[in-house]
Structures are given as C-alpha cells and as structure tokens.
C-alpha cells in the first residue's frame, strides 16, 4: 500500500480511537461503581439502542472480513456463513431472549443457578463462558493483525503483533473504565459506521453491474477460475465425506451457537423489562439481516472484481477481500478515490473489531468475578470488590487473547468464530435449554451438560486438522491430528445434551419443584425479574 494509504487510514483509525475513548473518559466520570452499573449499564438503554449495539456486537471482523473473503474464495461454500449466521437469531429470538431477560441477572450463569445448587452451576457455567469468549476475541485479534498487514504492505510481522497487543490494551481500557454503558455506546457508533460503509460497497458493486446480479454471479464465476463450480456446493465441503460432515457440522455450530454466545445474552440484561429484550432482536434482526445479504454481494464483488488469485495471494484465508475490493472501486491503487475509500473501509473494520473485542471482554470478565470468583469464596462478592475483580481479569483476558491471537494469524476469522459457535453450542445451549424447559433438571445433570460438552468440543479442536498435521493449521510442521472434522460440532453439541440428561436420570437428588415453579413463572411473565 502506498503511504497515502497507510496515512489516512491511520489517522481514521484514530479518529475512532479518540471518539471511543472520550466516550469511555465520559461515562466512567457519570457512573457510581455498582455491579449492575458495570455489567449492565443500569439497565436503562431503550430497544432501539439495544438492538443497534446487539447488532454490533455481532457484526464482527469474522461477518465484515471473514465471510466475504470465504465467499470470494469459495463461492457457494462461502454463503453457508452468511446464513448460518442470519438464521440463528431466530433461535435466540424464540426460545432465549425474553425468558433469560426475565430469569437472570447479568450472566448466563444466574439463569441456570435460579433453580440449582449455585457454587458448582456457577463454577461450570463460568468456565464454559470464559472459554467461548478466548476463542471468539482470537478471531477479532486475526482480523487486526490482517488488516494491519494488508495496510503495511505486509512486510512488518512485527507490525502485525503489535497491533494485536495494541488492540489488546485498548479493550481492556475500554472494559475497565467505562463497563458496559461505554461498550454499548461504543457498539452502537460502530453498527453506524459498519451499516454505512457496508451499503456503500454494495451500491458500488452493483452500479459495476448495473444492478444486474446474474452478471455479477457470472463474472465472479469466470474470474474465480472454477467456472460454474464457484456457484454450486462442494468447492469447499463436497469433496469427501469428510468435508461433507464438516459442513454439516458447521452448519450446526453456526445456527445453535449464537443462542450460547455469553456477550450476546448479556447484552438482554442492559434494558429495562423483558419486552424491550425482545425489541431489541427484532431491531438487530433487521440490521444483520441487512448486512448479511449485502456481504453476499460483497463477497461475490470480490471474486468478479478483484479475483480469487488476487484475494488468495493477499492474504491467504481470503481476510482482505473487502479492503482490496474497496480499493479497487474507488478508482484503483494511487487514485485520490481509492485511498480514500481503502482507508475508510479499514478504519471500519479496525473499529469492528475494537468494539467487538470490548464486548467480549466486558462478558468473559463479568463471568470470571460474577460467577467464578463469587462462588469460589463461598459467599458473593460485595459489589464494588467484584466489580474490581472483573477490571483484573479484563486484562488477564485480554493477555490470553493476545498470545493465542498471534498463534492463530493465519486462519480466517470466519472460520475461527465457528470454532466459538461450536463450542457455545455444546456447552452453554444445552444447560440454557434444560434450564428453562425441562422440569427434572437437576444440579448435576446442568454440571456434566456443561462439561459433557465444553470437553469433547476443546478436546476435538485440539486434535483436529485446525491445529495440526494440515498446510492451514496452527502448526502446520508437526501432525498429532485425530478427530478429522475441522468443527467439532456434529459430535460435541449432541454430546452436551446427552450429558445434561444423563447427569438428570441419574442424579440421587430430585429438582427442587418450588424453585422449578418459581423459575417458570419468572420466566414467562417477568414476575420478580431484576
């Protein structure tokens, strides 16, 4: 890139930087230092605000410039993500958002404790959620890396770390001093930002087609160098059974995993009443299915304008898809229009993944002091001391994001976000499911679904071709692979809910039918919620 480019982005990226932390400096003077002040943001946020920063903290780098690098490299394949995505808010929608408004505090966690014995439900629930947050900020720490090499010509390795360490420092910045009513306004200017600049794209790619989609699709097809294959399944997943499995079980991971996702369900505590969680996912609906149908144009523009060898030879998990395509339409390498749409497009992303890592951190933070740290001293906490705590391990967390950020720096985002989904989907969805529906759920049924699940999916992971014994993997010079699935959700998300069934039936204590009744009645009219 040249240095136009590396300037002005530069100085966008700074600008977002300087807004979020006067945001930050702003709310952390206006606040009081309470649990429910740090973890939800006093709960006063309206529907629309709410949906917006859920919106936000969906759309991550994994959406902006995993998915359409996937589709440019992929084609049809590609589109699973998109999908897998959209589709998996009506799970949420359904059969999550109103009845863990209703049942819980601020975790995952104070839901499945309503009805349970709390210490070991805690400790297991916490866990899980720290674990599923690890390996969604690796995602956004690639993404940053990526971005900043593409930036920089991608000579620097030594750039690209410290920009991961960089982006590091400034959630925990972000998580410590302004908590969850900083990350919320942060969210929300950046579903702003990332909504305009998506829909500028789209309208460029499509003005190159003149609005015809059946000439992108064709052109996409014959610059992909697959020809009609690049349109139809397989390029990816169809070429053995193996592959095939894998797309099945990432179509699982995608679809169930959103629901156990610990940032996303906290983000239902930070309105007022029930109904207003419930707007809020009709109002992030409409926006991530927006955008989601625009980053299938954007993927396809990519392949039809760029080229799949070019996306390839840039970065090659296809993470610079956009940036190039941005490029490119707004006039080419050393145009005024191209500099300056290249480096709105990366200031975009950059504030994509800042926002997005915020709001992981606040959650993962908010379960190691509300959950793990208040039941391993046997009382809870007093609210300011955990409230502290959780500041402390925003940046231990924040310091295991950044050293597995830097292992992982090739692997697509996308594809490291299905990773998170599968391990959300085992661990926490089923114990959440049991939970609020079954009424023999007992104590140790919700410790081994949690367990049963969170296991089998680390384990999977570990010994897959993901880590080792393929040309992508983590490790790409040594082999200890097993399990040849790259998802591990075919096999871990039945597993947990076989698990939590099992611990049930053979439980020697009955469920508590008074708390089960009090649950249900919280649950489905708000009856006593906080």
Not at 173 to 183: C, I, L
Not at 226 to 252: C, E, M, N, Q, V
Not at 311 to 340: D, K
Request: proline share 3%; aromatic share 10%; with cysteine.
């Amino acid at each position: 890139m040249t240095g136009d480019h590396q300037t002005l982005a530069l100085l966008l990226f700074c600008a977002f930087i300087a807004v979020t932390l006067g945001i930050t400096t702003w709310v952390s003077r206006n606040r009081h230092g309470s649990a429910e002040e740090f973890y939800a943001g006093g709960r006063l946020f309206s529907p629309m605000e709410n949906g917006f920063a859920i919106a936000g903290d969906y759309m991550s780098a994994a959406s902006f410039l995993g998915i359409s690098g996937l589709i440019a490299l992929y084609g049809y394949d590609g589109v699973l993500y998109s999908v897998g995505f959209l589709v998996a808010w009506l799970v949420v929608l359904l059969l999550v958002a109103e009845l863990v408004r209703n049942c819980g505090k601020f975790t995952l966690a104070d839901v499945v404790a309503a009805r349970m014995s709390e210490r070991p439900v805690r400790i297991a629930a916490g866990t899980s959620s720290v674990t599923v947050s690890v390996l969604y900020l690796v995602a956004q720490m690639v993404g940053a890396g990526s971005l900043v090499a593409l930036l920089l010509g991608g000579e620097s390795e030594a750039a690209q770390a410290w920009t991961v360490i960089g982006v590091g420092a400034l959630m925990v910045v972000y998580v410590s001093f302004g908590g969850m009513r900083a990350t919320t306004w942060i969210q929300i200017v950046k579903a702003v930002l990332l909504m305009g600049g998506a829909i500028t794209l789209t309208v460029l790619v499509l003005v190159r087609f003149h609005g015809d989609f059946n000439q992108l699709l064709t052109s996409a097809a014959e610059k992909s160098g697959h020809g009609k294959d690049f349109l139809a399944p397989g390029l990816r997943y169809g070429g053995d059974w193996t592959s095939r499995l894998d797309f099945i079980s990432l179509g699982l991971a995608l679809v169930l995993g959103t629901a156990g996702l610990p940032h996303i369900l906290s983000r239902f505590y930070t309105v007022p009443t029930a109904r207003a969680a419930r707007r809020s996912v009709v109002w992030s609906i409409g926006l991530i299915g927006s955008f989601y149908l625009m980053t299938i144009v954007l993927g396809f523009g990519a392949a039809a304008i760029v080229g799949t060898e070019e996306v390839r030879s840039s970065n090659a998990s296809g993470n610079t898809a956009i940036p190039l395509l941005s490029l490119i339409l707004g006039g080419g390498a050393g145009s005024t229009g191209g500099t300056v749409l290249f480096a709105f497009v990366a200031a975009i992303a950059f504030a994509t993944i800042l926002a997005v890592v915020a709001g992981i951190t606040l959650a993962s933070s908010a379960s190691v002091a509300h959950d793990l740290y208040a039941s391993l001293r046997r009382r809870h906490a007093k609210q300011r001391s955990e409230v502290t705590v959780a500041r402390i391990a925003a940046v231990g967390i924040g310091l295991a994001a950044i050293g597995l950020g830097l292992l992982a720096k090739d692997l697509n985002v996308a594809f490291l976000v299905g990773l998170a989904f599968a391990v959300a989907a085992s661990a926490n969805l089923p114990v959440l499911l049991y939970s609020l529906f079954w009424h023999r759920f007992t104590t140790r049924g919700a410790v081994w679904s949690v367990y049963g699940g969170l296991i089998p999916a680390m384990l999977l992971v570990i010994f897959s071709p993901v880590v080792s014994g393929s040309p992508r993997a983590m490790f790409p010079g040594v082999d200890f692979h097993l399990f040849p699935l790259e998802n591990p959700g075919l096999i871990s998300i039945p597993l947990g809910f076989l698990a939590g069934w099992l611990g049930t039936v053979t439980s020697p204590q009955g469920p508590d039918p008074a708390k089960h009744a009090e649950t249900e009645v919280r649950s489905l009219t708000g009856a006593g919620a906080v």
